[in-house]
């Protein structure tokens, strides 16, 4: 009998519970984001960038070594134009949502 309430709780407690899923939580709620591909690599100041990932609907700036850049959303990609005024080498690419940002990606920004 114990162990009959215990599994009807135990499934009580589980069909309560609202699932976690990526449409929950899409960037507003903690679901950390994640930017999966940057394409190019590498590029002049000026040029577009194609950032690819999960949960960053819900973007609210790019910053591309440090400095904003302009963007638009295009389905689940992002694409941004890399600053003007970047000077050459390496610099880190995130996207930024309410709760965070997106693990640095690297651009190579070409003289």
């Not at 609907?57 to 850049?69: E, H, N, P, S, Y």
């Not at 610099?91 to 709760?99: I, Q, T």
Request: hydrophobic share 45%; glycine share 10%; charged share 15%.
């Amino acid at each position: 009998m114990q162990l009959r309430l215990l599994a009807l709780a135990a499934l009580l407690v589980v069909g309560c519970a609202k699932p976690t899923t990526p449409d929950n939580f899409a960037g507003r709620e903690g679901w950390p984001p994640n930017v999966e591909s940057l394409r190019p690599e590498a590029g002049r100041a000026g040029s577009e960038v194609t950032l690819k990932g999960a949960y960053l609907t819900d973007a609210r700036q790019v910053l591309i070594g440090g400095k904003q850049a302009s963007f638009t959303m295009a389905g689940a990609e992002i694409k941004a134009t890399v600053p003007a005024d970047l000077a050459p080498g390496p610099v880190a690419v995130v996207v930024v949502v309410p709760k965070g940002t997106t693990a640095p990606m690297t651009f190579q920004v070409l003289p």
